[in-house]
Each structure stands twice: as structure tokens, then as C-alpha cells.
């Protein structure tokens, strides 16, 4: 682990003019991956600036019906907030999905945003990492892959997201705040989050002199019809192989609207709205979904170790509209 000088910020301008002064300088809130990147040298910052005291800790209403979450809430305070338990329950059980009770009482959303991925190769420090060292190379790509990418992927990389609260965030069309030198700007959830081409080591749009403030819920929050489905090696503590999150909006049996994200599979949280138009005014049932299905995955490309997730991403976006909808997919087909 490399020596670094810690620095401390009590709001937002301080922070981010602390973390301008040094080029490698990093931001830190709960750290839950940051001090594991520290400690396996993979991050080497010069200057950590603890965050922890900025006034981003509220959830409030906002004035169009929204919520607004502070970057440094807690995943268990999102997670067992009233209004988010009731309005949001989808966010809620895809925190309560990811890492331990104990990670959640720490972790935050900002962090849980910028979290890295959990490429073997990314944390060994041993082998080459576009992503870590640019430029040389990517053994994923002809070794262990079994929790990499099947759409997006590029040849300099095959990682994944892992996070489960951001595939709860992309399906409900969050929107980020970010704050820099130049003032304030939101961008659209799914703009946040890059694919890797031909600059795996860049991991998001995020500026490098800004910090991410808070995140804002729309009104709609899929509260009467939705589901997060995890699939992974083990039953806890353990990220996703392929996870989908579904909001669904019913009228009877006929689709008004639907939204659904997949995690584990890509380099973001993978949304494809043009899929989603295969849904809107059609009819519940499993050849409808399972079109859409086909219309998200298509391009997927799986490896030696991960083409099992191709047929296990269909499967977990069938079983999310049906724990989404509590229909049997195939009793209501026609
Ligand atoms: Fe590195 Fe990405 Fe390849 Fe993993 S998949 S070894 S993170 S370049």
C-alpha cells in the first residue's frame, strides 16, 4: 500500500477544491471498496479526502413528486426508509440483495455508484489489467470469466458492474447530482456509467473534479408491480451473476408500461428502451416477454466461462415479471 496524506471537508466547495489539488487525489465516505483497492495497490492516491462530515446524509420529497437521496445515506438507511419501503420498494430489496448488513451500514450511494468492478485480475496486482495498467492487456478474456460480461463488452475489456442498487437505480430512471468547479449538473442514471471500448479504465462520466451529491428518484416507482431476482454462486454476500430489476405497470393483463435492467452482465446496468417498447400495450403473457427478452440480450456474446449467462439472463427477466406481476407467465399465454 502506498503512503497517502488524509485531508478532511466539511462541504462540498472544500472537498472538491482538497480533491483538485493533487491529481490522484480520491474521495472517501464509507470505503467498503476503496480501503480493499488501497490495500491491494491497485489505488494509489496521493491525498484522501474524507467526505464523511459533507451535508449529504437527507432523503427529502422533491417539489415534482420525486425523492432525493444524499450521496452519503447509508444502503440500509435508503433500504429501510418509509418512504422508499413504500414508494420505492424495488430499490429497497436490491440493496438488501447486495453485500453484508454490515457493508450496508456503511456503504453509501455515492460510493455504491463508483464502486469497481470484481475482476479476479483487476485486484491482482501481478497480472496485466487494461483497467488498471492501460495498455497491457486483458486475461479475462481467455481465463476466468465465469462472472464477466456478455453485452458490451469490448476487447480491451470484459468486466462487469457489480453493484445491485444501481440496477434497481437504471430501472427506475434515476437522475445523478454532481457538483464541480464549474457548479452543478445532473445527469440521466443510465449516461452515468460508461462501456469499456477502447478506455476500460474510465469507469463513469463523472468529471474528475466533481463529486457526486445525491440522486433523485422520479414519482413513478413501480411500487404496486415490481421485483429485483438475483442469481448467484452463493446465497449471501456474493455479487450477481445475472440479476434483473422489473417495474411493470398493469392494466389487467395488459401491459401500460415496463421498465427492467440486468446486472452482472455488462459493464453498466443494461437497459435497452427500444426493447422496452416490445411490452408497452401488449399483451401479459410469456411469449411477450420473452420477446422482449430475446430484443435486450441481443448481441450477447458469452465466453468459455460465462456463455451459460446468456440463457440465464432470459430466465431471470421471465421469473422477475412474474414475481413482478404475480401472474404464472404461461397460464395467461394465450
Ligand atoms: Fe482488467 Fe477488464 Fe480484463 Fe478484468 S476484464 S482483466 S478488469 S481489463
Redo the contacts with the bound molecule.
Sequence with gaps: MNRFSYARASAVAQAIDQHRANATAAFIAGGTNLVDLLREDVARPAVLVDINRLPLKSIDATPNGGLKIGALVTNSAVAYDDTVVMRYPLLAQAILAGASAQIRNVATVGGNLLQR?R?H??YDAG?P????DPGTG????EGINRI?AILGASD????VHPSDMCVALAALDATVHLSGTDGTRTLPFADFHRL?GDT?HIDSNLRADELVTAIELPEEGFAAHHAYVKVRDRASYAFALVSAAVGVELDGDMIVDAHCALGGVAHKPWRDPEAETLLRGEPLNAATVRGFAQALLRGAQGRRGNAFKIELAARVIMRAFELATQRSLEEVAP
Design positions: 468492478t475482476c485480475y483487476f497480472t489489467c487494461n483497467k488498471r486483458c486475461p479475462a478474456k464477466h480491451q475489456c470484459i468486466a469499456p476500460p
